[in-house]
C-alpha cells in the first residue's frame, strides 16, 4: 500500500509538471505576439492564436526577436541546402508556434511539415485553426487518425500530432500514419522542449531522433549558464512556474551541450549563444532598424 502511494504521488507530480510545462506555451506565444506587433518580426499568423494583447517588457521582446532570428537562421540554412528537394521539417514541442503558415508557397510545396505537442495543445491549436479565417484556409485536414488520447490530423503537406512524445512507441505510429519518410532530408526543431524532461527522458528522445531519420538536423533552443546572475533568477522563476529547467544543471554551458550531442551520436554539433548570434549573424541594419522600435538599455541581458 505505501509503495502504490508513493507511485501515485510520482504519477501526480509528473501530472502537475505537465500541465505547467503546456502552459508555458501561453506565455510564450503572448510574448512573440507583443514582439510581432512592435515591429521586430513579421508574422501575421501569431496573431491568430491569442484572444488578447500583452505588453512585454524591451528586454523580452529583444529576447524573442533573436530567439526567431536564430530559428530563422537555421530554417533558412536548411532549405538552402536542401534546394529544391522535398523535405520534412518536424517541430517538437510545437505550441501554438505559426512557422508552417509563414512559408513561402514555394517552401510549402516541397515540405511535409510535422507540429508535436500534448494532445490538450494540439486540440487547442486545431480548434483555432478551424475558427480563424486565415488560418483555415491554409489547412483544410484530409485525414484523422486517433488512438485514445492521442491523435494526428494531415492533408499531407502540414500535419499536427498530439502525444507526449516521451511515448516513441506511439509517436512512431502516428508519424507513419501521416506518412512521414524517414528517408527524406528532416530538420527537427525543439524551441526551449528537451530542458523540461529529465536528462534520462530527453536524452532517449534524441536518441529516438537518430533511430528514426537516416538525414536528420536538430535545431535546439536550450537555456544555459544557471550559476550566473541572470541564470539563477531565470532558474528560480521555471521552478516557480512549476516548470522547472531539469537539464540545465547537468548540461550548463555552450561545451557541455555540443559535447552532449556529440556523444548521443550526432556527427557535427556546434552551439551558437544568442549574444553572439545577434552581434554576429544580423546586419548593421537590421540593427539599425530594431533600435529604433523602443528604448532599450540591456543588451547584455
Not at 517541430?91 to 500534448?118: M, P, S, V, Y
Not at 554551458?253 to 548570434?277: A, I, K, P, W
Request: net charge negative; with cysteine; charged share 25%.
Amino acid at each position: 500500500m505505501e509503495e502504490a502511494f508513493r507511485i501515485n504521488q510520482r504519477k501526480s507530480r509528473k501530472a502537475r509538471n505537465d500541465v505547467a510545462v503546456q502552459g508555458t506555451n501561453d506565455s510564450s506565444i503572448l510574448s512573440k505576439v507583443s514582439m510581432a506587433k512592435l515591429g521586430y518580426f513579421d508574422d501575421l499568423f501569431l496573431r491568430e492564436f491569442v484572444d488578447k494583447d500583452v505588453r512585454r517588457s524591451p528586454s523580452i521582446n529583444r529576447g524573442y526577436y533573436i530567439r526567431m532570428k536564430a530559428l530563422e537562421y537555421a530554417l533558412n540554412m536548411f532549405y538552402s541546402t536542401y534546394d529544391q528537394t522535398a523535405v520534412q521539417i518536424v517541430n517538437l514541442g510545437a505550441g501554438f508556434d505559426a512557422t508552417w503558415f509563414r512559408l513561402d508557397d514555394d517552401r510549402k510545396q516541397r515540405t511535409h511539415f510535422i507540429d508535436i505537442d500534448f494532445p490538450e495543445v494540439m486540440q487547442r491549436k486545431l480548434a483555432l485553426i478551424e475558427v480563424r479565417s486565415r488560418l483555415k484556409e491554409q489547412f483544410e485536414p484530409m485525414h484523422t487518425f486517433s488512438s485514445l488520447e492521442n491523435f494526428a490530423v494531415t492533408n499531407e503537406k502540414y500535419s499536427l500530432i498530439g502525444v507526449d512524445m516521451r511515448d516513441s512507441l506511439t509517436l512512431n505510429t502516428l508519424l507513419q500514419s501521416v506518412k512521414v519518410d524517414e528517408t527524406k532530408p528532416t530538420l527537427l526543431i525543439s524551441e526551449v522542449v528537451l530542458t523540461y524532461m529529465g536528462r534520462s527522458s530527453c536524452n532517449r528522445v534524441i536518441q529516438w531522433i537518430l533511430d528514426f531519420f537516416q538525414e536528420c538536423v536538430l535545431t535546439t533552443y536550450e537555456q544555459v549558464l544557471p550559476e550566473d546572475g541572470f541564470g539563477q533568477v531565470m532558474v528560480a522563476h521555471f521552478a516557480k512556474l512549476g516548470s522547472p529547467l531539469k537539464c540545465i544543471h547537468q548540461y550548463p554551458t555552450s561545451e557541455s551541450q555540443v559535447q552532449r550531442y556529440t556523444h548521443l551520436g550526432f556527427d557535427f554539433s556546434v552551439c551558437v549563444n544568442m549574444h553572439n548570434f545577434y552581434r554576429n549573424y544580423l546586419s548593421t541594419d537590421e540593427h539599425n532598424r530594431i533600435d529604433v522600435l523602443e528604448p532599450f538599455d540591456e543588451i547584455e541581458e
